[in-house]
């Protein structure tokens, strides 16, 4: 209906700021990977114990995505952001007591409280990518977005492995259970002034406004738009993230032990932490080809593929062990490259005003990652490590079905729909 097609407004600027949330929030994520050994070693923690550091991050999108989503839709998508940015950064702060005080507990609390300012980020930062531009790239250009996010997971085990996990082998003995603690103040000290400077910097910066995607740009009868839940392809969206987050977040989680176990790659957990980028790394690339690969195939065709080669590819972890099981664990990083983009973007196709409420709602089903790494430490305590592979094989299967069927968006009953709206599907 624009008449003035050919004037189309430039978001590059807004994109490129945009980038850089998803670089810090990838880089800050990873790192979990890296305090679970570091953690687990100093605390002498099972398994269970140590997946409370993903409980307690991903356990914040399940309580605080909804919150974040009506806060979006309020506040709009520019103060969203610093508002999380800012909460991160001051959650990043309170690692500097937590290892003071060698308190457990005190790093889940400042975890919960960093992983809440990134579920702003993520409700704010994900769904507003998606309208900036054309809907038919929507997906080519999230995932270009989310190539940057992947760039930050990769580079975040190699200087976590650098400068937690190295000094800790260095310092070694009981006695230096302080300095092995006190190795991750300096890094997150680092990361919350990062935080703090990119929020002053979007509190300079002047994001456009697109017409007709939160409460105070909508069109009068967009009010009568049925509720956000009655949209199945994004209600089934919400588990494909649950199924999604979970499996990557525990295969993350687990690479380091699983490859310093000696009948898998027999490395020591500082060059484990280095290879684990090489997990996220694969991410980064295939989201990099997926931005090409999407503008030519259908999203859920891409997803469902990539979905089936991850479950081959743990079937031949399961099967094999050695350093042939380490590198096919490794490899499905690249598969997962396009996952959280492509589900993200079909989840929230046509929600128009609600389009805030629903990133809120697949930002909170990212809970999976709370969840679903207890449950394979579950499994890795009382059938093994390698066994417990099979809890993310049954993720990437619900994954499938989501792309071949799952996120097809189903038409409204006629009943709900306002009579001012009913002939807008041509």
Not at 388 to 402: D, K, L, T
Not at 404 to 411: A, F, M, N, W, Y
Request: contains cysteine.
């Amino acid at each position: 209906m624009n008449s003035n097609s050919g004037a189309q407004p430039s978001y590059l600027p807004a994109l490129v700021v945009l980038t850089s949330l998803f670089f810090m929030w990838g880089f800050i994520t990873s790192l979990n990977d890296i305090l679970i050994p570091h953690l687990k070693a100093i605390f002498t923690l099972s398994y269970v114990q140590a997946m409370l550091i993903q409980f307690s991050f991903f356990g914040a999108y399940f309580v605080m995505s909804v919150p974040s989503g009506y806060l979006v839709e309020k506040l709009g998508y520019r103060r969203g952001i610093i508002i999380g940015l800012s909460t991160a950064g001051v959650a990043c702060l309170g690692f500097y007591p937590a290892a003071s005080m060698q308190s457990y507990p005190l790093f889940l609390a400042a975890l919960f409280v960093l992983a809440s300012g990134i579920t702003l980020l993520q409700v704010a930062a994900n769904p507003y990518v998606t309208i900036l531009g054309p809907s038919d790239t929507a997906a080519s250009r999230l995932n270009l977005t989310q190539a940057f996010n992947s760039l930050g997971t990769t580079v975040g085990p190699f200087l976590g492995s650098m400068f937690i996990l190295s000094a800790a082998v260095t310092a070694g003995t009981a006695v230096d259970t302080a300095k092995e603690i006190q190795t991750v103040q300096g890094p997150y000290l680092v990361l919350a002034a990062l935080l703090f400077l990119i929020a002053i910097v979007f509190s300079q910066f002047k994001l456009p406004v697109v017409k007709g995607t939160d409460a105070t740009t909508s069109a009068a009868d967009d009010h009568n738009v049925p509720s956000v839940w009655k949209h199945s392809h994004l209600v089934l969206g919400a588990v494909a993230i649950f199924m999604y987050v979970g499996a990557e977040v525990a295969i993350g989680s687990l690479l380091v032990n699983f490859m310093s176990q000696p009948d898998v790659g027999g490395l020591n957990e500082s060059t484990a932490g280095r290879y684990l980028s090489l997990y996220w790394g694969g991410a980064m690339v295939g989201r990099f080809i997926g931005a090409v690969v999407l503008r030519k195939i259908r999203p859920g065709h891409v997803l469902a593929f990539n979905a089936a080669c991850a479950i081959a590819l743990l079937l031949i972890a399961m099967s094999m062990a050695g350093r042939t099981a380490m590198w096919a664990v490794l490899a499905i990083g690249l598969f997962n490259s396009i996952m959280f983009p492509t589900i993200f973007t079909l989840g929230v196709a046509k929600l128009g005003r609600h389009t805030g409420e629903g990133s809120g709602v697949l930002c909170m089903a990212i809970v999976g990652g709370a969840i679903v790494p207890v449950i394979q430490g579950y499994f890795a305590d009382t059938i093994g490590l390698l066994a417990s592979f099979f809890v993310p094989a049954v993720c990437y299967a619900y994954i499938v079905f989501y792309g071949l069927k799952g996120h097809i968006v189903r038409s409204v009953p006629d009943a709900e729909i306002p009579a001012s709206g009913a002939r807008a599907n041509m």
